[in-house]
């Protein structure tokens, strides 16, 4: 099976400028999360997506962040425009359903903003 | 508030010691998860505990679940190298909200 595709790896930005993140979960799976992992710091959950609907987005920035998951399959996370905290990993996750399924993570995208 | 702690945040500890690291958590849960990382990498599954008294082992760790106290044990038994790295727990609330504790960075030293 493959597992949950991220990208790009890395991404460097001025600070005021924009960047977007790419997510592809497991097929089939319903459930899809963004989280943001600041260094030394557990993941935050930022937004958490149920097919193509949002479930929860009540820690995402939304002022400067935004994510969608259109077709209910792949889902993207913009930041406009980026502040130097938003230096962190943005992992994406995702799960078969809501139940007792095991949650899946990708490799992350490294950001930094100077 | 969904709030999940873990204590302690660092720890050192010599190879073939013994540790216990404690996870709480805010409000009514019946699904935790531990996870392992190493640094720069991605989240590893390593237990998930579905129910009060659940108590799953693999090798040198073995973790538990107390519903009712809102806690979760991940104990170490004879520690070695291989297992430094941080350690998170993960607590599913209700609607699938799913929250990682601050995490637990494991020094073994030889």
């Known amino acids: 099976e493959a597992g949950v595709a991220q990208s790009p790896r890395y991404k460097i930005i001025e600070k005021r400028q924009s960047v977007a993140f790419w997510c592809n979960p497991i097929?089939?799976?319903?459930?899809l999360y963004w989280y943001q992992q600041i260094l030394g710091q557990g993941p935050k959950l930022l937004i958490q997506?149920?097919?193509?609907?949002?479930?929860?987005d009540s820690q995402l920035p939304k002022d400067r962040f935004s994510a969608e998951r259109l077709k209910g399959v792949d889902s993207t996370l913009k930041i406009q425009p980026a502040k130097l905290e938003d230096s962190a990993v943005y992992l994406c996750a995702s799960s078969l359903a809501r139940g007792n399924y095991g949650y899946t993570f990708g490799s992350g995208t490294r950001l930094t903003v100077v | 508030e969904l709030k999940v702690e873990q204590n302690p945040l660092f720890l050192s500890m010599q190879e073939g010691k013994n540790y216990t690291i404690y996870c709480n958590y805010s409000?009514?849960?019946?699904?935790l998860y531990w996870y392992r990382q190493d640094p720069g990498k991605s989240l590893e599954s390593l237990f998930v505990?579905?129910?009060?008294?659940a108590v799953k082992q693999e090798g040198r760790l073995m973790a538990s679940l107390d519903t009712k106290a809102r806690l979760s044990t991940l104990h170490i038994t004879a520690a070695v190298h291989d297992l430094s790295a941080t350690y998170f727990c993960?607590?599913?609330?209700?609607?699938?909200?799913?929250?990682f504790g601050t995490g637990t960075s494991l020094t073994v030293i030889p």
């Open positions: 409000t009514t849960s019946d699904r």
């Open positions: 997506f149920q097919n193509n609907g949002v479930v929860d």
């Open positions: 505990l579905l129910s009060n008294g």
């Open positions: 097929s089939g799976h319903a459930t």
């Open positions: 993960a607590v599913v609330f209700t609607g699938n909200q799913f929250y």
